[in-house]
């Protein structure tokens, strides 16, 4: 390939990207603008992208109009508590996956594919009926139960790569010190696997922050809906949406998920690439 060639396919390249990236960046750019934009030029028949005369008037309204409070506690109590319950099950299982062999980690890296193939609607009436049975529904320990399972296959899949990234020879020198397997796990292991379970518990956080449908379903009363039900609120009973409070109460709700997913971004691309590496 000559250089001209090459130059012609980077080019391309980077021009695809931003596409990609303008494509990607519109919906939140636009969202940010009505966010700030008072009523009238909302109903403008020409919008712009920069709002003419910026208000705090739609965040104060939406505030006013919605308990987004206590949604967000919800939404956070239920994020939490399966992101930690979830990396506590995932991690010694993951350990097991990378470093034994056998129709166990087979089996289980076979679970891991096909839960990822299932759509949500297939399971939510046969997860409806076992939680009703266990008295868990319009509960938040149910729906973090719901959480908890939804988010192992990958949590799991992400913490073998960092599992197969350690050297088995630091395990083997230490056991030839005399050390046992539990001091092994818990003084070589585990400090080594400290970025991978941190990167893991926050993209289990930032899937059960952004969940809708499972929240929907599973929650009854407004006291325990959390954020991303509370905003279907600002729609009107004929679909007419409430605009701009709406974008405010968007915009705020999404800023976790951004602010966490740009500090664990490289931490995720690694998990997703340390099983390929060879030692």
Known sequence: MSL?????????????????LVFLAFPFLWLISTAFKPARELGSLHPTWIPA???????RQAFDEQPLLRAAANSLTAALCAALIA???ATPMAYVMARHRGRLSTAAT???VVSQAFPFVLVIIPLFLVLKH????????GLI??????????????LAGYVRAVPPELEEAAAVDGAGRVRILMSVT??????????TALFAFITAWNEFFFALVLLKTPEKQTLPVVLTHFLGAEGVADLGPLAAAAFLATL?????????QKRITGGLTAGAVKH
């Open 4 to 20: 001209r060639t090459g130059r012609t396919a980077r080019a391309g390249q980077y021009a695809a990207l931003l596409c990609y």
């Open 53 to 59: 005369d910026p208000t705090l008037d739609n965040f």
């Open 87 to 89: 990396v506590v099950i």
């Open 110 to 112: 076979g679970w891991v």
């Open 134 to 141: 266990l008295h868990l529904i319009n509960s938040l320990w």
């Open 145 to 158: 139960l719901v959480y908890v399972v939804w988010s192992l296959p990958f949590a799991l899949w992400m």
């Open 190 to 199: 585990a400090p080594l696997l400290a970025p991978g379970i941190v990167a």
């Open 256 to 264: 976790p998920s951004l602010v966490l997913f740009a500090v664990i």
